[in-house]
């Protein structure tokens, strides 16, 4: 089992729809937890992280996380053509300094 | 000006030859991370280095060796390239002492490798 599983998309969402990406993970000992955007041939960027188990939300970002079943998510709320991008979910163990990457989703969002 | 830079961008070389990534950051972190990100692979960890005096391999570091200058640098070698290591190269920082996402990575703008 991959350590980091994300589906590679691509996920198509209409403008002005919530996008909902998932992430698993198989580390039980994992305690942070990232979403980074990419642009195509750009740098990925942090959006947002999660430590504990239920929603945080900045903006229109939502990160959820439930640790029982290794899953966390991000939901992007009112979707714009300007979120078009691969999200990446990381996964930090606790006491380890590497960051574990899924794949990444592709989003498109159609206007 | 950016906080992390690589240099250089882009870089096309040949099978056998020797060549130096460098990356060089402001953000005062004292942690710098060498990724490599293939198509289908998604990000991969190379080297890590803590300070100055702590180097760490990552999950893919064979072919590769690095040296962290200082505190702010941190470099990237590909002592005789071979083609399967073309690839886009990320360098990374995080602060030990940050409170923030939990020592979060924060990437330099990648550079472009082509190994011919």
């Known amino acids: 089992q991959k350590e980091v599983e994300q589906n590679s998309g691509p996920l198509s969402v209409p403008e002005g729809a919530i996008a909902s990406l998932n992430c698993t993970y198989s580390?039980?000992?994992?305690?942070?937890f990232f979403w980074y955007r990419q642009y195509s041939g750009k740098s990925p960027e942090l959006i947002m992280f999660?430590?504990?188990?239920g929603d945080k939300e900045d903006g229109r970002f939502t990160a959820q996380l439930n640790k029982a079943s290794q899953y966390v998510s991000l939901l992007i709320r009112d979707s714009q053509p300007s979120d078009s991008a691969t999200y990446l979910c990381?996964?930090?163990?606790?006491?380890?300094?590497?960051?574990?990457f899924g794949k990444g989703t592709k989003l498109t969002v159609n206007p | 000006d950016a906080d992390v830079t690589q240099t250089p961008r882009n870089r096309i070389t040949k099978t056998g030859k020797r060549i130096m990534l460098e990356c060089s950051q402001t953000?005062?972190?004292?942690?710098m991370y060498w990724y490599r990100q293939d198509p289908g692979l998604g990000l991969r960890l190379i080297y890590y280095?803590?300070?100055?005096?702590?180097?760490n391999k990552g999950e893919i570091s064979d072919g590769y060796s690095v040296s962290r200058q200082a505190q702010a640098k941190f470099s990237l070698s590909l002592e005789s390239a071979i083609p399967n290591q073309t690839a886009l190269y990320f360098c990374?920082?995080?602060?030990?002492?940050?409170?923030?996402?939990?020592?979060?990575?924060?990437f330099g703008p990648g550079t472009r490798l082509l190994v011919l």
């Open positions: 990374a920082t995080s602060d030990l002492q940050g409170t923030s996402g939990g020592k979060t990575q924060y």
């Open positions: 580390d039980r000992g994992s305690q942070s």
């Open positions: 999660i430590y504990s188990n």
């Open positions: 990381a996964v930090k163990r606790g006491g380890s300094e590497k960051l574990v």
């Open positions: 953000k005062g972190h004292d942690r």
């Open positions: 280095s803590f300070d100055v005096k702590d180097i």
